[in-house]
Structure formats: structure tokens, C-alpha cells
């Protein structure tokens, strides 16, 4: 017996409902986006190794999935070192593309490629599929799609409020009331880091301040230690654990704690800049609301860092994020060119619009009437009416078979087909048409002006 087939951990298939729901978030928010101004690009969907390596620090590089070389890819492994049986020291000669682990860094490597055509400031977007080999949980796999919008060649932080407002404006267009744009900004962290003696360890410092929410408070302050941050240093960090209040008042204290670092209050600096906008602006839905924990462990971001949490009540980690680099296309050789970018992670905002029932009914249907098979010269009469119908727009179909009327109208319960059309000898010679409602059951003899009313409403 052949065995059952079975998909990788961390991917999956998806039905013609669930493409239909995943369809509705994708073009809503590519509607947000060219609103904005934004124009679309698509990258591959593997890179060079040393594009991505490198990039995302040492726990993204162990995330990103390595692609073997074709052919013989151990004949460039000698004896000596395929008997150490190193995979780290093997896996930069048996391999040399790697899945996309983001889209960020790829769109570097793009701007850097493309720089002579590009006309700057260059505001894209991009919705593909990223791959990362992480633990698959809910809301997390290894397989999934991100929705990015950037803007490179800008340092002005009315970039940071438009991104702001962005995000307001794609989750109230989702019906999606009530989630909170969280905001903190990397050179705070700097300053902090700076402040407690640990600037030397700012890399370890993020990365264990971003797992507050994960792990907790203690176990945040025995990774710092483990990573050799001193504990008069964690003792310093204590106020910002209990900082809470409304956004001017952390705003306040953080001044304070930062008055002895620039570099710290330059951050503060421009997150009042944004949130002043903001206030002024307004927002529809959402909240904005500064957190000095949020770090989001990745090596390239300088300035603003956003992370987008679900509304209060539903049980899902980030649904999007991003954040200002001031010199990520530096790694590719083109240095002083400032980006900020945001992105919605859109199978986790799939999740919660699910969890919340509030995907349109609408978004599930598709075709709107199907036609019954009675033989060739009715198919064929009836086939010249979807003609007309689909070029009025409407979805319609022939049952393909001639097959028994009760397997042609269970097909059609099956798939909530809303409307059926029976066309038989009688019907073709007096050019009408039997339409049957299968949501009430009604039926009745109508002429083509009517079927397409009817199918239409």
C-alpha cells in the first residue's frame, strides 16, 4: 500500500474558502498601500547565502532554511573536515542560496542592485511568502506570507507617522477595531544599554529585553546575567519594568533615566515628534501606545520600532512590525541611504479575524449560479447564457456531466451555490429559463432579463 502523503511541519494547504479569506486581507491592504503611494516589487524567493547571512544575528541565521547545492554537493567537503562533522563549518561549502528569511533584506539587496533606476525617495511594497525553521505553534510557521511597505532614501520622521496612520487606516478598513500600535525606538535601547554599563552588549541586552512579554521579568534579568551584563546594571533597569502610564508621563520618566546618554534622549526625542503627529492627526481604531521593553531582536533597525499587538481578549502574538534603518543598504556597499518600513503578518491577522468572525459573508462566495446538465443541446443553450452572465459579471457555470438532477443539486448544496438553473427541451424552445432559489426553495419560469436581475441582487 503506497504511503499517505503528508506536507512539511510548519506549511499547509489551503481550501477555496480559506484562499478566498487569505484573498480578501491580501487586497485590502494592497488597497491601503497604493493609497499611500506605495508601488509593488516582487524579489526571489532564494538569495545568495551572504545576502541574508549575517543580517537578522545569530538567532535569525539559525531560522534561516539553507538550500543544498545541486550535484555532488560534498565534493568540496575534504576528508578532514567531513570527519569533524561540523555542520556550521560544512554549511558554506554544500551550500550557497538559502530561503528568504524577511523581506527587508532582500529589498536592500534590490535598492542596492537597482539604484540607478530607483528615483528616490522610494516607497514599495511587496506581499510574498517568507520561510524561517522555527518551532511551528499557533500563529507561528515556518512557511508564511508578509505584507512589507518601505520607504528608502528619507530620514524625515513624517515617514514614522504615515507608517502610524498606515496601519490605523489597513486594520479599520479590516473591521478590525481596537489593536495597539506599540512604538519604542533603538537608539532609547542604546542609551539604556549605555546608561547601565552594557553598551559594549547591546546585541544581548535587546534580544533578552524582547522576550519581557515571553518569559518574564526574572527570567529576562538571568539571561542578561548569563550574558554577562553585571547585576548593578540590571538593578538600574528595575524602573523600566514598572514604567506605565499615559505616553507623555513615560515620556517624562524616560528622560529622566536617559538624561545622562544623547544618544538616549535624541530617541525620545523623536518619539515625541511622533506621537505629537499622531495626536494631531488622530487615529481611527487604533491606539498608539510607547513601549520601552518592545526591542524586537533584530540587528538593523536605528531609530522607531513598531510591533502591532491584536485587539485585548484575543490570544496571538505580534500581527505586525517593523521599524527605521538608518544604513541597512550599507551592508550591500551603499552607504547613507535611511529606510523605515512596516509589516502586517497577515496569517496571524487571518487567525484573528477567524476568531472574531469578522470576515464578510460575501468573501465566501463565489459562484453565483450553476446550470443543470440535461444532455448536449441543453448544455450547449445554456453554456451561450453564461456567456452572457459572466460578461455581465456575474460567476456562473455547467455542471459538466449529464449525470442524475439530485447528484447536479446536492453538488450544488455542497458548495452553496445560492442559485440553479434547470434548462430542459421546454425551456430551449420557448427561450425562458427555470431559476430555483436554493436558499428558500422558490423557483419559477423567467426570461434572461430577469435570471441576470436576480442573480445580480
Known amino acids: 500500500m503506497a504511503q499517505k502523503p503528508s506536507i ?13 479569506k487569505r484573498q480578501y486581507i491580501f487586497k485590502t491592504i494592497q488597497n491601503v498601500f497604493e493609497t499611500y503611494g506605495f508601488q509593488p516589487i516582487e524579489t526571489p524567493s532564494f538569495e545568495n547565502s551572504d545576502t541574508l547571512m549575517g543580517k537578522y544575528g545569530d538567532e535569525g541565521d539559525r531560522l534561516i532554511f ?100 498606515l496601519y490605523d487606516a489597513v486594520f479599520t478598513a479590516l473591521n478590525l477595531d481596537g489593536v495597539t500600535i506599540k512604538i519604542n525606538n533603538r537608539k532609547i535601547l542604546s542609551g539604556i544599554a549605555e546608561v547601565i554599563g552594557a553598551k559594549d552588549k547591546l546585541i544581548d541586552f535587546t534580544v533578552a529585553l524582547d522576550k519581557l512579554d515571553k518569559i518574564g521579568e526574572e527570567k529576562v534579568k538571568e539571561e542578561m546575567l548569563g550574558k554577562g551584563i553585571p547585576q548593578s546594571g540590571i538593578d538600574k533597569l528595575q524602573p523600566l519594568f514598572t514604567l506605565s502610564g499615559t505616553f507623555e508621563a513615560q515620556i517624562h520618566s524616560l528622560k529622566d533615566i536617559l538624561s545622562t546618554s544623547e544618544e538616549g534622549l535624541k530617541g525620545v526625542e523623536e518619539l515625541e515628534f511622533i506621537n505629537t503627529g499622531i495626536e494631531t492627526l488622530g487615529l481611527k481604531t487604533a491606539t498608539l501606545q510607547l513601549d520601552v521593553t518592545l526591542a524586537r531582536g533584530l540587528n538593523y533597525y536605528t531609530g522607531a520600532i513598531f510591533e502591532v499587538a491584536a485587539p485585548k481578549g484575543v ?4 500581527i505586525g ?32 479575524l477567524e476568531e472574531l468572525q469578522l470576515f464578510p459573508e460575501a468573501v465566501n462566495k463565489n459562484v453565483k449560479v450553476i446550470f443543470i446538465n440535461f444532455g448536449d443541446s441543453e448544455a450547449l443553450y ?14 456562473a457555470e455547467l455542471y459538466p456531466d449529464a449525470t442524475k438532477m439530485k447528484k447536479q443539486m446536492n453538488h450544488a448544496n455542497k458548495r452553496a451555490i445560492p442559485f440553479v438553473v434547470l434548462v430542459g427541451e421546454e425551456e430551449v424552445k420557448s427561450e425562458i429559463y427555470t431559476l430555483k432559489n436554493m436558499i428558500n426553495g422558490e423557483q419559477d419560469k423567467i426570461d434572461f432579463n430577469t435570471l441576470l436581475e436576480l442573480v445580480k441582487s
Open 321 to 352: 512590525g517593523g521599524g527605521r534603518y538608518d544604513d541597512l543598504t550599507g551592508i550591500f556597499g551603499l552607504n547613507d541611504v535611511s529606510g523605515v518600513g512596516i509589516s502586517f503578518g497577515l496569517d496571524r491577522i487571518y487567525l484573528v
Open 382 to 395: 445554456s453554456l451561450k447564457t453564461i456567456q452572457k452572465l459572466r460578461a455581465a459579471g456575474v460567476n
Open 66 to 165: 539553507k538550500i543544498l547545492n545541486s550535484g555532488d554537493y560534498l565534493n568540496k567537503v575534504n576528508d578532514e573536515l567531513y570527519a569533524e562533522k561540523n555542520s556550521t563549518k560544512i554549511t558554506s561549502k554544500i551550500s550557497e542560496k538559502a530561503l528568504r528569511y524577511d523581506l527587508t533584506v532582500p529589498f536592500a539587496r534590490y535598492v542596492v542592485q537597482h539604484q540607478n533606476e530607483i528615483e528616490f525617495p522610494f516607497k514599495r511594497y511587496q506581499m510574498q511568502p517568507v520561510w524561517r525553521a522555527d518551532r511551528p505553534q499557533k500563529g507561528r510557521f515556518r512557511e508564511f506570507n508578509q505584507c512589507d511597505a518601505d520607504v528608502v532614501g528619507s530620514k524625515s520622521l513624517w515617514q514614522e507617522v504615515e507608517f502610524v496612520q
Open 8 to 20: 512539511p511541519k510548519g506549511t499547509r494547504d489551503f481550501n477555496p474558502e480559506q484562499v478566498a
Open 315 to 318: 490570544a496571538m502574538g505580534s
